[in-house]
């Protein structure tokens, strides 16, 4: 059977997406900074490993014990809602380390078994605020505007030797754990002329009505890893295909 690695699977998309790979009849290698065995149901055909994509040391471990990997998602990631004057730097790297960084340094670790194979499949998880700019978001937009654009050039060289590297890009998920994490990393000081700009937004995102559940991106990332035309970049969830649209972008 074939075999995918997912980063970020103690969660949200992350386990969701581990979850219909399942079900699917896959071997999955879920991965995630501390293990839990009581997340997904046993399976002869599931293997939760440690990794922590910031660290090349665990990165290593990990790819290791995963053996031969047919498609890789790079899920892991980190949300923040931000307004830039009154982020630290180091937060700002912090972003970058997980988001950007450790989707480098994952795909650079297993593209050269899919190289050498000469077939493979890297689907990145991104993000809808690189369709439609959101308010309060200006660090975390840029991460996932560096990796679309990492994504996009590393089409072009890995499907030299035969691999395919894709783009989902999920709306919003407040109810997530993810989206959860990013309200709570708000708790930088925010600058008061940014006050009720940033409540207003706040307000604006609990209120609405078209969310992206964590299922919406699974059955994007199975489509992305068993369709061969699937589309390079997948809005996920009813907002992020409504802002495509809007966008002008096609809707696989």
Request: some cysteine; overall charge neutral; proline content about 5%.
């Amino acid at each position: 059977m074939p075999k995918i690695l997912i980063t970020g699977c103690s969660s949200g998309f992350g386990l969701a997406i581990a979850q219909t790979f399942l079900s699917e009849g896959w071997d999955v290698v879920a991965t995630m900074r501390t293990p839990r065995n009581d997340l997904l149901p046993a399976n002869d055909r599931l293997k939760v490993l440690a990794l922590d994509v910031t660290s090349a040391q665990s990165i290593a471990k990990a790819v290791d014990a995963a053996g031969s990997i047919d498609a890789l998602v790079n899920n892991a990631g980190v949300g923040m809602l931000n307004v830039l004057e009154g982020t630290e730097m180091a937060k700002v790297r912090e972003l970058f380390e997980t988001n950007v960084f450790g989707a480098m340094a994952m795909t650079k670790a297993i593209l050269p078994q899919m190289r050498v194979r000469g077939s493979g499949v890297i689907v990145n998880v991104s993000s809808s605020v690189t369709i439609k700019p959101l308010r309060a978001l200006s660090v975390y937009s840029a991460s996932k505007a560096a990796l679309n654009a990492f994504t996009e050039s590393l089409a072009l060289e890995a499907a030299l030797f035969g691999v395919r590297a894709k783009l989902v890009l999920p709306g919003s998920a407040p109810t997530t754990a993810f989206g959860k994490n990013a309200m709570a990393r708000m708790g930088m000081d925010i600058p008061e002329p940014y006050s009720a700009f940033v409540d207003d937004y706040l307000t604006t995102l609990r209120s609405g009505t078209e969310f992206t559940t964590p299922e919406d991106v699974a059955q994007a990332v199975l489509r992305a890893v068993t369709e061969p035309d699937a589309p390079m970049k997948a809005p996920a969830g009813a907002d992020a295909k409504i802002w495509s649209r809007e966008a002008g972008h096609s809707v696989g």
